[in-house]
């Protein structure tokens, strides 16, 4: 990516602005994030907010697939399924819960 790149892509976020304000569709900038992909460098984009001015987007490393909430897409192109989410948010409760009361409390689930 090359500095024109960041102003060419600048300028497009600046026009779809434009465009949302003539057709009252507006966008709410809290919810627009920026993954860099293809460069570790940081670059500042932001959206005009009509007479608030432009705010700044949030740079994130990760974002969950629209259209397959189950996915995780990474700056580094790679996915992560719902089920390492899952995996991880288990251990991370497991090591917090007493182990001993998760697993009666589970057996009895199934054996009931």
Known sequence: MTENDGTTLQEDLDNLSSWSEI?????????CKV?????SYR???????????????????????????????RSD???????KMSEATARR????DNSSNWIQRTSRSYIA
């Open 23 to 31: 057709w009252q569709l507006k966008f709410n900038a809290e919810k």
């Open 43 to 73: 670059t500042e984009y932001y959206m005009t907010e009509g007479i608030l001015g432009k705010k700044k987007l949030e740079s994130v490393q990760g974002e969950r697939d629209l259209y397959r909430s189950h996915y995780q897409i």
């Open 77 to 83: 192109l790679k996915s992560v399924s719902q089920c």
């Open 93 to 96: 409760e497991w090591s917090d």
């Open 35 to 39: 993954m860099h992909i293809g460069h």
